[in-house]
């Protein structure tokens, strides 16, 4: 565990090496990405959706550069009533919503629209505005902004993500103050294509404005209305932030998270249940003539050197192979060290090591990171250390939407759950523990009906999706937690697919979001079996060891795997819970 924590470091302390830019998530046969290619296939950015790890056959992409572009393509897919999606060049989405069906082997069945090559920035210093085009880069809208005196005042914490995508999905960062912490909150205009008659050209651009009827279904709207085109955010003056991270014993962690939300505009808490310790982000506005270039630079979205991605892997799965719980919480111990000696990837000025806080720093510096997905380099060194392409880091990952009363029921549960065995909740802590953030209510109808607390967990994920996993059994009675015993409500762009059961009456805005899909998209062109999945949110058919890739929970043991020693049994806090629990004894 030594040589892992000295392997993390070394990494984070080397000199720039050579990276891998990650791979376009739209791959034809000829190695090319023009339109009309046939023989094309899109995945997202970790190789593997959450509904299953195919990827999705696509019969016909188009790569528009503008709007009229965009207008013609879905044009093209109405009036040959053709199942249309759009995707951006980063593919984040982990549920399989940017999937249009369709085989995949020429046939006109289907239509995939790539924004990857529509991508302009214009920034409004009068107004203090940015528009962008769907495709555009978030970090090229932050440093548009910047570069014109302004800051864009929310955005998520990866910033290898598109305007568009991150609007769709209801991305965010954290923030109980002023406008929150969500992207879309932070919308004024923005334009939809969407399907049409013959008599209007099979498709037109609908512009809406706060205030609009139907603005508040465009907000979030998951691909399933239309193309998102053009998004107007609301900038304010550029400013500063200063950020420190308090490491505290995590026994007051249930009664204080709301405090400490209401306190620092863009706190935020790291959560480590098995060490029983808890992170609180002391972060705030700072002066502009506060002293400090600082840059964040987190530790996780760097790139890696891909031998260091493939080890840490490696020695996880040989640990998960050899059921050494011991050996997850060493690792964990190390990783929580590790970023803790540098600082979790702050840095006082760009180049330079961690020293010590506050780390002050403009906002376009401190607000999100993620240079791994800007590596332009051809040289095979560093790499996301998710890149499929090289086999290192693989996981799992579940994001519950909690109102705050709520939440700290559920924090609660997770100690009892913890203080059976600290060990088996060893396995997120590898990662980033629990990392809970901050959301406002939003007027999006299918954003937080309330103002809420989100919690992300990472944890492994096996290549095989019949394989097993050590203390499977705990994340799944800590996913049930969540989303069935406290309520909780899915993020739209993550989770595994039990975590969508009833989710249409979760939020609220549902019907009213069901009805402008009506409106906008009559004969369900938008819609694919897929995002149906998800926003159905009814459990997927029960086939042998669905539970183990998050398909189903189980009610018979053959949904787990007996064959491995993994059987169908209540949860040990929640006892509703049906769980994926290992027993030696029960083994032939």
Same mark, same amino acid.
């Given at each position: 565990?030594?040589?892992?924590?000295?392997?993390?470091?070394?990494?984070?302390?080397?000199?720039?090496?050579?990276?891998?830019?990650?791979?376009?998530?739209?791959?034809?046969?000829?190695?090319?990405?023009?339109?009309?290619?046939?023989?094309?296939?899109?995945?997202?950015?970790?190789?593997?959706?959450?509904?299953?790890?195919?990827?999705?056959?696509?019969?016909?992409?188009?790569?528009?550069?503008?709007?009229?572009?965009?207008? =013609?393509?879905?044009?093209?897919?109405?009036?040959?009533?053709?199942?249309?999606?759009?995707?951006?060049?980063?593919?984040?989405?982990?549920?399989?919503?940017?999937?249009?069906?369709?085989?995949?082997?020429?046939?006109?069945? @289907?239509?995939?629209?790539?924004?990857?090559?529509?991508?302009?920035?214009?920034?409004? !210093?009068?107004?203090?505005?940015?528009?962008?085009?769907?495709?555009?880069?978030?970090?090229?809208?932050?440093?548009?902004?910047?570069?014109? /005196?302004? %800051?864009?005042?929310?955005?998520?914490?990866?910033?290898?993500?598109?305007?568009?995508?991150?609007?769709?999905?209801?991305?965010?960062? @954290?923030?109980?103050?002023?406008?929150?912490?969500?992207?879309?909150?932070?919308?004024?205009?923005?334009?939809?294509?969407?399907?049409?008659? !013959?008599?209007?050209?099979? !498709?037109?651009?609908?512009?809406?404005?706060?205030?609009?009827?139907?603005?508040?279904?465009?907000?979030?709207?998951?691909?399933?209305?239309?193309?998102?085109?053009?998004?107007?955010? !609301?900038?304010?003056?550029?400013?500063?932030?200063?950020?420190?991270?308090?490491?505290?014993?995590?026994?007051? *962690?249930?009664?204080?998270?709301?405090?400490?939300?209401?306190?620092?505009?863009? =706190?935020?808490?790291?959560?480590?249940?098995?060490?029983?310790?808890?992170?609180?982000?002391?972060?705030d506005r700072a002066p502009l003539n506060a002293t400090g270039d600082g840059v964040n630079d987190f530790i996780g979205f760097r790139s890696t050197l891909i031998a260091v991605s493939q080890g840490v892997r490696a020695l996880e799965t040989a640990l998960e192979g050899s059921r050494n719980v011991k050996g997850k919480?060493?690792? =964990?111990?190390?990783?929580?060290?590790?970023?803790?000696?540098?600082?979790?990837?702050?840095?006082?000025?760009?180049?330079? +090591?961690?020293? /010590?806080?506050?780390?002050?720093?403009?906002?376009?510096?401190?607000?999100?990171?993620? %240079?791994? =997905?800007?590596?332009?380099?051809?040289?095979?060194?560093?790499?996301?250390?998710?890149?499929?392409?090289?086999?290192?880091?693989? *996981?799992?990952?579940?994001?519950?939407? *909690?109102?705050?009363?709520?939440?700290?029921?559920?924090?609660?549960?997770?100690?009892?759950?913890?203080? +059976?065995?600290?060990?088996?909740?060893?396995?997120?802590?590898v990662y980033n523990g629990l990392l809970v953030r901050f959301v406002r209510r939003s007027e999006a109808w299918l954003g937080q009906p309330e103002d809420s607390v989100v919690v992300d967990f990472n944890y492994y994920r096996a290549a095989d999706p019949s394989a097993a996993r050590l203390s499977q059994d705990v994340?799944?009675?800590?996913?049930?937690?969540? *989303?069935?015993?406290?309520?909780a409500r899915p993020h739209w762009a993550k989770n595994r697919m039990v975590a969508f059961r009833g989710v249409q009456g979760k939020y609220p805005g549902w019907a009213r979001f069901a009805a402008a899909k009506r409106q906008l998209d009559p004969r369900g062109l938008f819609d694919s079996p897929w995002s149906d999945?998800?926003?159905?949110?009814?459990?997927?058919?029960?086939?042998?060891?669905?539970?183990?890739?998050?398909?189903?929970?189980?009610?018979?043991?053959?949904?787990? %795997?007996?064959?491995?020693?993994?059987?169908?049994?209540?949860?040990?806090?929640?006892?509703?819970?049906?769980?994926?629990?290992?027993?030696?004894?029960?083994?032939?």
């Open positions: 565990m030594i040589a892992a924590f000295l392997l993390l470091v070394l990494c984070s302390l080397a000199p720039a090496a050579l990276s891998v830019p990650p791979r376009p998530p739209v791959r034809c046969g000829g190695g090319g990405d023009g339109d009309g290619d046939a023989g094309c296939v899109l995945s997202n950015a970790y190789g593997a959706w959450s509904s299953d790890r195919a990827d999705c056959p696509v019969a016909a992409v188009t790569y528009p550069a503008s709007e009229r572009d965009v207008v =013609a393509a879905v044009a093209r897919a109405s009036a040959g009533g053709m199942r249309v999606k759009a995707v951006s060049g980063f593919a984040h989405t982990i549920p399989k919503l940017a999937c249009p069906g369709g085989n995949g082997n020429g046939s006109a069945a @289907s239509l995939l629209i790539s924004t990857a090559r529509y991508a302009g920035v214009e920034v409004d !210093a009068g107004a203090r505005t940015v528009t962008a085009d769907a495709g555009a880069p978030l970090r090229a809208v932050i440093d548009a902004a910047e570069a014109s /005196g302004l %800051s864009l005042p929310a955005s998520p914490y990866w910033e290898g993500v598109s305007v568009g995508g991150a609007v769709s999905t209801g991305s965010h960062g @954290s923030s109980w103050w002023g406008q929150g912490g969500a992207l879309h909150d932070h919308v004024v205009r923005l334009s939809l294509v969407v399907p049409a008659g !013959a008599a209007d050209g099979w !498709a037109r651009v609908l512009p809406l404005a706060k205030g609009d009827a139907l603005f508040p279904a465009a907000l979030v709207s998951l691909g399933l209305l239309g193309v998102i085109s053009k998004v107007t955010l !609301a900038l304010e003056p550029r400013f500063k932030r200063s950020v420190t991270y308090d490491y505290r014993d995590d026994s007051t *962690f249930q009664d204080d998270f709301a405090d400490h939300a209401a306190r620092h505009e863009f =706190a935020d808490i790291a959560w480590y249940p098995s060490q029983h310790q808890a992170v609180y982000r002391l972060d919480c060493a690792m =964990a111990t190390a990783e929580i060290a590790a970023k803790r000696l540098i600082g979790n990837g702050l840095r006082r000025k760009d180049g330079q +090591l961690f020293t /010590g806080y506050p780390v002050v720093g403009f906002q376009g510096k401190m607000q999100t990171s993620g %240079s791994c =997905a800007h590596s332009a380099a051809s040289s095979p060194l560093k790499a996301c250390a998710w890149d499929p392409r090289f086999k290192g880091l693989f *996981f799992y990952e579940s994001t519950a939407v *909690f109102s705050p009363a709520r939440f700290r029921s559920f924090i609660l549960d997770v100690k009892k759950l913890r203080d +059976l065995d600290p060990d088996n909740m060893c396995g997120v802590d994340w799944e009675e800590v996913e049930q937690l969540a *989303f069935v015993k406290h309520g999945d998800v926003v159905g949110g009814k459990e997927l058919s029960k086939d042998d060891g669905c539970a183990l890739d998050g398909r189903c929970v189980c009610s018979e043991d053959r949904h787990c %795997s007996p064959g491995q020693g993994y059987y169908c049994r209540t949860g040990l806090v929640f006892t509703e819970a049906r769980v994926c629990r290992y027993s030696a004894s029960q083994l032939v």
